[in-house]
């Protein structure tokens, strides 16, 4: 999963669809995290790795390599 910014901000949205992708792939899904994508100058890769994979007492709130915010509750009814 490729992340780019425009910018130097280190931060990021995560998708249900590519949330539930890093979990199923485990090993084989990594964060790419690409800072000034559209300046050739400054632009950077960092493979952040599978940020995703949590020891026994993490999860998605309460982990050591990032902060999650719950940002949106999408509700569809018929």
């Not at 910014?5 to 995560?14: A, L, P, R, T």
């Not at 890769?45 to 509750?73: P, V």
């Amino acid at each position: 999963e490729v992340k780019g910014k425009v910018d130097d901000v280190k931060h990021f949205y995560i998708s249900g669809p590519e949330f539930a992708r890093a979990i199923e792939e485990k090993d084989f899904y990594h964060v790419i995290f690409v800072p000034y994508a559209l300046d050739n100058d400054k632009r950077r890769m960092h493979d952040l790795g599978n940020i995703f994979m949590f020891s026994d007492m993490e999860d998605l709130f309460n982990n050591k390599r990032f902060t999650a915010k719950f940002n949106i509750l999408e509700v569809s009814f018929t």
